[in-house]
């Protein structure tokens, strides 16, 4: 349930529309002020006023800051020709909504009078503590004066001491209660009330353009007795971090088991406000701890005597030293306070917690959707290989991309498990590859079952989303791969998209979310019977597409790197387990691993850094995650629309990286300069593959110059822009929670600053030099190197001769021997393989870009993989020495191998035998 805009509106959502109608309004009452220069004849500034303040009241009901109380104030002041007082509290009100002041030090106690004369003497923002505001929902069909009373009482409950302080907005409908969730970013619990009738009375045609899902869900059948347990089961599907309370006068034993799970808690009519009060701010604290990380600031305070590790620890290492006190005044004490190596005094063993990092790692998992939640401190590097080696054995199967991470890579060579490599289709103009297809995964697995290698076959592990941005339809592959393998085991890598679990669009993308989802379906009756009539429906040759429900189990695991899409010190990262058989098969292992790859001196900085992220996401998760979409959006836009930035630079499209057969939506783009903003939420909720619009890949090539240069020499050398990866011809910035206006301007200026110059450079250019630059445009756009697909397993390394999955390990492993290896030079490759030679790659060699390995240990050498190589013109390449040519085994080691491995399988017969 998300909205999004049409192409019929200039605003990418709500937030944007709304403070433009504040701008508007305040340029509006200034034009009228008599001390104005701008008094058009052919304007009426005041009839304009009070039309922005119309279409404004239409948005501010549906928050409680500033809300329609201080706009009907306005509007009087105008109606007086108070115009001074008018533009003087809307020029305030701007000043708070854009700066977020208002959150820190709000003004609750309705006397409107005394907030003017506040705000006029400048008390309103000056002194005082931090507040921690939020807003409370309270969807209750309410009369104006039953609704001031219930704010009055709720002001009346605060205690001046206190750091949370809310105040309430109140929406008298259905739908106008999903309008305010939708929008409003400062609510953080809700009161459902009785029972709310459905229908609005009161959407502007301002907002319809935004509310595209709200308007197409029809719950009108249901009665109101039934719409307040509705609603309190899609917020928990929708924004499940709020807390949410029900009032009804339903007898308890009439309460139905799913209502009362929907709500964390339900009062009756008679029950006394206060202890409503009580039970919001109880559940805002809740969310608010940090375990570890208040453990860890309470023990930098106490008075320590260190006779342990680390003589940094309380900095006296460092602040007594002469010679790096400069390190210490640099970093502050509060980091060396905080480094100990202790476990006790309320901190925790990360390899065995018991207290306050057990509960920060069970919050995590409350807050990320998982059934339990790991925090590692190396990196998700480690997180991948804690997950394979904890689930995979030498012998077993593992269908992977073959573009994913080097770790997963290495992790196979750790655990000893045989790789089946899928292929993901290639983009081939800029030197990427996109996603594996469904059907690919699903022909491989069939390929194993035929040739009696199913039951061998453990896990699938695909990453999601990818470096460019692309994201499976994690729902669909793991349906129709469970409809085949019932206990297949999925690892989605979802490194860069830790930030997606908290907005909804994104979160129906996550292995998280659709295990639960799946999990809850399979459990139904409505699903057994569609089952059944579905396998009723195959034919003798068909696939099915749907799991036994009998059978199916459903086995989750999501790595992600915290630290790159969320609040974390480097290497910050999290292991999220949705796995209904882990503490009956997998927790020992999962332990066993975990202890052979986490550190005995855990950063403890990186993990009180990831409590305390994890308090962020459940408080402001969906907010910044809008608000960092719509920045990626602005940037967009602005380069499509600014002609020059669009001759040299073009912002690649949905259709750039997804062929028309996985879009079934159509959608090609998300924004165009005839309609605007397309709406997102169909594609995402149906497609094959989506694009995730924060990661922006910008074609570079038609100003002439490689990926790799516009990076180092332009971007970084120059103007200081760090960006996320290169291609041959294209670079990707990508957007964050981190990620601020004055950064996407500053981003904008400097391309508008370098084609500029490149528009001056090429103004001076004569005839010959227009030749060479247009060459090394096309050279870039046009002359791109195909893009080579995994060839196969040399016959030494193949598990079962002619079926996928290879050896990796025992490849990786004979190569440590110098005699098995030798070097060819690269140009001669081709020669050596024309003379009927078989070439074995005995390393991972991965250059950068594209970043992941075009040959592994083991591995067949294409000349497809050759001529790729001879073509790249980037600079690094790991796994290859170009003094020295490509590390291969001699013909002699692949012989002894093979007849190793004939003897060894005969020794196995005769002991069967």
């Known amino acids: 349930m998300t909205g999004s805009t049409q192409k019929s509106t200039p605003h990418f959502n709500v937030a944007q529309l709304r403070i433009d109608l504040w701008n508007r309004l305040r340029a509006a009452v200034q034009s009228i002020n008599p001390n104005s ?44 020709e108070e115009y001074s007082a008018a533009y003087g509290k809307i020029v305030e009100l701007v000043r708070q909504l854009v700066s977020d002041s208002y959150r820190s030090k709000p003004f609750i106690n309705n006397d409107y009078e005394q907030e003017d004369r506040d705000s006029e003497s400048g008390n309103q923002s000056s002194g005082g503590p931090r507040k921690n505001y939020f807003e409370v929902l309270f969807v209750d069909n309410l009369s104006k004066k039953e609704e001031d009373a219930l704010r009055n009482k709720t002001s009346e409950l605060s205690d001046d001491d206190e750091h949370l302080v809310y105040d309430i907005t109140v929406q008298r409908s259905f739908q106008d209660a999903l309008i305010a969730l939708l929008v409003n970013y400062n609510i953080q619990s809700v009161v459902v009330r009785y029972a709310p009738p459905y229908y609005s009375e009161n959407i502007s045609e301002l907002l319809r353009p935004f509310l595209g899902q709200i308007l197409e869900q029809d719950y009108s059948s249901y009665s109101e007795e039934e719409l307040g347990p509705l609603l309190g089961k899609i917020i928990k599907q929708f924004r499940p971090e709020l807390d949410v309370y029900y009032v009804t006068d339903t007898a308890i034993q009439s309460l139905k088991d799913s209502t009362i799970k929907n709500f964390r808690r339900i009062f009756y009519r008679k029950d006394d406000i206060q202890e409503l009060h009580l039970a919001i701010l109880r559940g805002i604290r809740e969310r608010y701890k940090t375990p570890f990380y208040t453990a860890l600031k309470e023990y930098s305070k106490k008075p320590v005597g260190v006779f342990h590790a680390m003589p940094i620890s309380r900095g006296n290492s460092v602040f007594k030293s002469r010679w790096i006190r400069d ?11 905080a480094e100990t190596s202790s476990t006790s005094g309320g901190l925790d063993s990360l390899l065995q917690p018991t207290s306050s990092l057990k509960e920060a790692q069970q919050m995590a998992a409350k807050a990320y959707g998982s059934r339990e939640t790991f925090f590692v401190t190396n990196g998700t590097s480690t997180s991948n290989k804690i997950v394979q080696q904890a689930l995979v054995e030498p012998g077993d199967l593992v269908l992977i991309d073959r573009d994913c991470h080097k770790s997963h890579h290495y992790g196979l060579v750790l655990a000893g498990a ?25 022909e491989t697995l069939l390929d194993l079952k035929k040739a009696g290698r199913l039951h061998k076959v453990k896990m699938l592990l695909l990453t999601n989303c990818t470096f460019d941005g692309l994201v499976y339809n994690v729902e669909r592959v793991m349906e129709e791969i469970l409809a085949i393998k019932p206990d297949m085991i999925f690892l989605w890598d979802e490194a860069w998209f830790a930030f997606a679990g908290f907005t909804y669009t994104y979160k129906q993308r996550t292995g998280m979310f659709n295990a639960n989802r799946l999990y809850q379906k399979y459990r139904t009756e409505s699903y057994r019977s569609k089952y059944k009539a579905h396998i009723e429906s195959l034919g003798k040759d068909d696939v099915p597409l749907m799991p036994d429900p009998d059978e199916v189990k459903i086995r989750v695991y999501a790595t992600q790197s915290t630290h790159k899409t969320l609040t974390s010190f480097r290497q910050g990262s999290m292991i999220h387990i949705w796995d209904e058989e882990f503490g009956r098969l997998a927790s020992d292992s999962f332990q066993e691993a975990y202890m052979t790859h986490t550190s005995t001196s855990p950063n403890y900085q990186i993990l009180a850094s990831l409590d305390a992220g994890r308090r962020q996401v459940q408080f402001e998760g969906y907010e910044l995650g809008e608000k960092s979409l719509e920045l990626a959006m602005s940037i967009r836009a602005k380069i499509h629309d600014h002609p ?32 605007g903003w397309n709406r997102m939420e169909d594609a995402w909720e149906h497609d094959e593959f989506v694009l995730d619009p924060t990661k922006i890949t910008l074609a570079v090539g038609m100003s002439g110059i490689d990926g790799d240069t516009f990076k180092n020499k332009y971007l970084m050398d120059v103007y200081n822009i760090q960006i996320n990866k290169t291609s041959r011809n294209s670079i990707l910035f990508m957007t964050s929670i981190g990620t601020t206006r ?3 301007a500053y981003l904008i200026n400097t391309l508008l600053d370098i084609a500029g110059k490149l528009e001056e450079e090429h103004r001076s250019l004569n005839t010959k030099e227009k030749e060479i630059v247009e060459k090394r445009v096309k050279s870039l756009m046009e002359d791109v190197p195909p893009l080579p697909d995994f060839s196969h397993f040399h016959a030494s390394f193949q598990a079962v001769p002619g079926v996928p999955g290879g050896d990796i390990r025992q490849a990786y492993f004979l190569a440590y021997k110098q005699e098995n290896c030798e070097y060819i030079p690269l140009e001669q490759c081709l020669d050596v393989m024309e003379n009927g030679r078989k070439l074995v790659s005995t390393t991972f060699v991965i250059p950068y870009p594209p970043g992941f390995p075009v040959l592994v240990p083991g591995q067949v050498i294409s000349k ?15 796994g290859y020495r170009p003094e020295l040519g490509l590390k291969v085994f001699k013909e002699e080691a692949l012989n002894r191998k093979k007849t190793n491995s004939a003897e060894a399988e005969l020794q196995t017969a005769e002991k069967k035998n």
């Open 37 to 80: 220069s701008d008094l058009s004849e052919n304007r009426d500034p005041k009839g304009e006023a009070l039309h922005l303040l119309k279409n404004l009241m239409a948005v501010e009901s549906y928050y409680a800051f500033p809300g329609k109380n201080r706009l009907i104030r306005i509007e009087k002041a105008l109606q007086r």
């Open 742 to 744: 004055g950064s996407v």
């Open 418 to 442: 045989l790789p089946v490599y899928l292929d993901s289709y290639p983009i081939e103009k800029y030197s990427m590859y996109g996603a594996v297809p469904l059907h690919e995964i699903k």
């Open 864 to 878: 497809e993989i050759i001529r790729f190589l001879l073509a790249l013109d980037v600079k690094e390449i790991h």
């Open 644 to 675: 020059l930035l669009h001759k040299y630079f073009r912002v690649l499209t949905v259709k750039d990286f997804i062929p028309d057969g996985h879009r079934p939506s159509g959608l090609d783009e998300y924004y165009t300069d005839q309609g």
């Open 327 to 337: 390190f210490g005044d640099f970093y502050g004490r509060n980091i060396c306070l």
